[in-house]
């Protein structure tokens, strides 16, 4: 039953699929002072800091809106989530956008740094290391020329339910 | 199985929907005019097609089984069989269930059937015409085949089809020009090309308006030409949303039937404006509504024959389905020539669910307002079809999301009109631009019923309650637009504006902004699916500055305001 299901996913699914189970490339990234990565088939571009409109209601780290060549999109801001010390604005601020079906959200990175191309035994399971960011939320760790980078689990530091909780903290929230 | 093969059979899908809707409406044509020759070929060749295209994709249960179908029509063509209720009903039961069938298979195309039972109601069926209408002595070896050698008659029917449907072959070529000029495209990609056009649009505005400063007269010239070009290409691409509403109509035509035969009544249907086009996602959503007026009005509007006769009335009752576009809006109405409302029952109806207080006096229009109301049912027994006093708060629930209203009208005696008023188009509406502080939001101008600039001794605070504005001896209620978003009102303006908006379902209040900066036709961006249900705001909408905006439903925004303020207190 699964090949079958697999065979249905169609062409045009089962040519992703693969290269996901494949591909080890990430897109490393710094977040306050820390190198994080993520998949890099998860990444749709990476744009400058523009301007972002906030929206009312909303938790801290949910930056606003902001206009893609007409596409409105969430910009959220993972150091906010992960209570990291709020950093300025610099010229490498970027927004990394990030294709999550059916989510399309941009995340504030402090800066871009590479693409990594790795290969399997250069990744090791999340360890007890000492970071800003919950473990939960982290996949593995790859380790370069002695520099840590921790891959994030993307979907999870964004997760559905913590998009939810946008909602619920609207019924919660007073009225000003 | 090949990749070819599940294609193919994806495509089967799509077309033998497209099948059951149109034959739907066939067999029901054909239960008013029997004799039509004209409509069973149409069935035929619909039936045909289904049943050689499902064969040859693979699906031989289905294939076979609509095989026994056509041979119950073949019996019907050669006169030997004579189409009566009974076989029309079991024709629309046949057809719900490959409908049933095909859903089922898009979810899970291995998916296997078993006709049995519907294999045998054809038996009995076919036993019950033979015995009444049965001609010729040969027929019943035809019905064997049919039924008993499956195998075999599926090999044998097509040459005895092709040769048949000959005579009908110049129709056929007209029917197959007509479908050649629909391609079916994903409804996401139309969404992109709207999208796109409408940031094109905003470019070109930007290149019309500063034209003058181009030096050259040839590039002058081309704006102007590309405005009216761009213009042209937005007409088209917002067009292609639109689809017509026949086919919904179709359906509602067809639930009258079944609810009017379970509930003993006659029933006639008259549709007008089928052509009418509608944007699709607005058809989506008036499924709903539709179904339950057309429900109420086959219910509670339609008298019993008997009691239509003793009012010296036709006792066929009528309902009309009619749709046109007047005012800028699009209008649907449903009216029935039924008993009508009456106003005093209603209202007594209202005050006995606590819905009004006693005493209360109001014309008939607000009074036939009430039962759109949440659990306002005037009928007294609850039954399948009607009676839960669920139905027309659907209705208005999602009229107000598609931002229409609804009109009812009615006589004692003679009838109702419900009518819907639909805006035009959901993607580029008339808006307002208001700034607050630094912050523009975006308000759609058919909300807004006044501005007026407000001095500080139009401003009455009253403790508790709140602001109020007095504009022209009304005094409204006012709210800080700032205070509503979310921010700290700013220091005190000398002339703020009051943005004025009477509702129906949130009442008259007014909104204090800092100023207006303008007013212009903005595309409606859908925000992302996590900022869904974010109250008081209904989408956002890029602006000349190139910046996303909040486009605000204030309504909805008050709403939401009033509701916390209760839980706060």
Redesign the interface.
């Known amino acids: 039953m699964s090949e079958i299901e697999e065979k249905l996913e169609g062409a045009v699914y089962k040519e992703a699929k693969r290269e996901i189970k494949e591909d080890l490339r990430f897109l490393a990234f710094a977040l306050c002072e820390e190198a994080y990565a993520v998949p890099l088939l998860k990444v749709r571009e990476v744009i400058a800091l523009g301007e972002i409109t906030p929206v009312p209601h909303t938790p801290p780290h949910f930056k606003g809106i902001m206009n893609l060549r007409g596409q409105v999109i969430s910009v959220i801001d993972l150091r906010t989530k992960f209570n990291m010390k709020k950093i300025e604005t610099g010229s490498e601020t970027a927004i990394v956008i990030l294709d999550l079906n059916p989510f399309c959200l941009g995340i504030v990175v402090d800066s871009v740094d590479s693409v990594l191309a790795l290969t399997e035994d250069q990744i090791s399971p999340s360890p007890d290391i000492e970071s800003s960011v919950s473990q939960e939320y982290i996949t593995g760790v790859a380790r370069i020329e002695k520099k840590l980078i921790l891959i994030l689990d993307i979907e999870k530091a964004l997760s559905i339910d913590d998009l939810a909780a946008i909602r619920n903290q609207n019924t919660r929230k007073k009225a000003a | ?1 090949k ?1 070819q093969d ?1 294609i193919f059979k994806y495509a089967f899908i799509d077309e033998a929907e497209e099948i059951l809707s149109s034959v739907e409406c066939c067999f029901m044509a054909l239960e008013k005019t029997p004799d039509d020759q004209a409509v069973l070929d149409k069935i035929f060749r619909m039936i045909h097609t289904f049943k050689g295209t499902a064969g040859s994709v693979g699906f031989d249960d289905i294939s076979q089984f609509t095989h026994q179908i056509e041979n119950l029509l073949v019996g019907v063509r050669k006169g030997e069989h004579k189409i009566n209720p009974d076989t029309v009903c079991f024709l629309l039961k046949v057809k719900d269930q490959l409908h049933l069938i095909v859903k089922e298979l898009r979810r899970n ?2 998916q296997r059937f078993d006709f049995s039972v519907l294999t045998g109601e054809l038996a009995t069926l076919m036993e019950s015409l033979s015995s009444s209408a049965w001609v010729r002595p040969q027929a019943p070896q035809a019905e064997e085949n049919g039924l008993g050698i499956l195998s075999h008659a599926t090999a044998t029917a097509p040459d005895g089809f092709t040769h048949e449907l000959k005579p009908t072959e110049p129709e056929k070529a007209a029917t197959a020009v007509d479908a050649s000029e629909n391609i079916r495209v994903n409804l996401a990609r139309i969404d992109n090309l709207v ?2 056009v ?2 094109l649009l905003l470019l070109q505005n930007v290149l019309y308006e500063n034209r003058h400063q181009i030096p050259s007269v040839l590039l002058q010239r081309s704006v102007v030409q590309a405005q009216k070009i761009t213009r042209k290409v937005q007409d088209t691409s917002m067009g292609l949303r639109l689809v017509p509403i026949k086919l919904t109509f179709q359906k509602m035509q067809r639930i009258i039937r079944d609810v009017a035969k379970q509930l003993g009544k006659e029933i006639r249907v008259q549709i007008s404006g089928e052509e009418t086009e509608i944007d699709k996602t607005i058809l989506d959503l008036l499924a709903d509504p539709l179904l339950h007026m057309v429900r109420n009005a086959v219910d509670h509007g339609i008298c019993p024959p008997a009691e239509r006769k003793a009012a010296s009335k036709p006792e066929i009752g009528t309902i009309t389905l009619r749709s046109y576009i007047a005012m800028g809006h699009n209008v649907i109405e449903v009216v029935d020539d039924g008993r009508g409302l009456d106003p005093q029952k209603i209202i007594s109806k209202a005050v006995r669910l606590g819905l009004v207080a006693p005493g209360t006096v109001m014309s008939g229009e607000d009074a036939y307002q009430l039962i759109l109301k949440p659990g306002f049912s005037t009928k007294e027994e609850v039954s399948s079809i009607s009676g839960r006093g669920v139905g027309m708060d659907v209705v208005k629930t999602n009229i107000d999301r598609m931002k229409g209203t609804i009109e009812i009208e009615s006589k004692i005696g003679e009838g109702t009109c419900f009518r819907i008023l639909l805006p035009l188009t959901l993607a580029i509406i008339d808006a307002m631009i208001v700034k607050v502080k630094d ?1 523009c939001y975006v308000i759609p101008l058919a909300l807004i019923s006044e501005t007026v600039h407000l001095t500080l001794a139009n401003i009455n605070y009253v403790t508790g309650r709140g602001c109020y504005a007095n504009i022209r001896g009304e005094t409204i209620p006012l709210y800080s637009l700032a ?6 009102p700013g220091q005190k303006l000398d002339t703020p504006v009051a943005i004025v908006i009477r509702s129906a379902q949130a009442g008259v209040f007014a909104l204090l902004a800092d100023e207006i900066t303008g007013q212009q036709q903005v595309v409606i ?11 008081g ?1 209904s ?2 909408a ?1 602006l000349g ?6 486009i605000i439903d204030p309504c909805d925004l008050m709403q ?2 009033k509701h ?2 209760i839980q ?1 207190h």
């Open positions: 199985m990749d599940i195309i291995q999208n796109d409408g940031e912050d205070g509503l978003m979310g921010k700290r961006k859908k925000l992302g699916e996590e900022l869904k249900g974010l109250p705001i989408g956002a890029i500055d190139g910046h996303a905006h909040l939401t305001h916390k303020g706060d």
